[in-house]
DNA sequence: GCCAACGTTGGC
DNA sequence: GCCAACGTTGGC
């Protein structure tokens, strides 16, 4: 199993928009590397839900229930989506100012490249994340 | 709302 | 195939 980490903006699509919809088509993506990242994600691979320019905080878990596929609102046929259901809420949401402070976390491709709005994360930082957080990953 | 960082585009 | 120009993202 893989771990992700996706942004979202909460005013285009938020954590509990995802939550009422209980799931929802990860499109929009015209980035090759976050595409690339789409391409490998897997069914049943969890990814974590932040919220991007508003919150900035790490917010809940979801899980991939569909993989790769065409995006069709993509016209150059490029860029391809995923599906994502929700899994459960942070107790806590995890701050980016947070992840930024601590040691194990500051190596993240979040702090590292902030503009990937789809990336990898490793099985510590998930595990450390999800403590952080105070829920069992 | 600003602007730095970065990815993509397109002319050469 | 290089690189300048441009557009977009996202933290502040």
């Given at each position: 199993?893989?771990?992700?980490?996706?942004?979202?903006?909460p005013s285009s699509y938020s954590w509990d928009q995802l939550v009422k919809d209980k799931k929802t088509g990860w499109n929009g993506v015209r980035n090759f590397q976050a595409?690339?990242?789409?391409?490998a994600m897997k069914t049943g691979d969890?990814?974590?839900?932040?919220?991007?320019?508003?919150?900035?905080?790490?917010?809940?878990?979801?899980e991939v229930s569909k993989t790769y596929y065409p995006d069709p609102t993509d016209k150059t046929e490029r860029?391809?989506?995923?599906?994502i259901k929700p899994v459960?809420?942070?107790?806590t949401p995890l701050a980016l100012v947070d992840i930024k402070k601590d040691p194990k976390l500051k190596d993240m491709v979040l702090v590292k490249n902030s503009r990937l709005s789809v990336q990898?994360?490793?099985?510590?930082?998930?595990k450390h994340i999800c403590q952080l957080g105070g829920v069992k990953g």
């Open positions: 199993m893989n771990y992700w980490l996706m942004k979202s903006e595409s690339a990242n789409l391409k969890r990814v974590f839900f932040y919220h991007s320019n508003e919150g900035l905080a790490v917010v809940g878990i979801a860029f391809g989506m995923v599906d459960m809420p942070f107790k990898p994360v490793t099985p510590e930082e998930w």
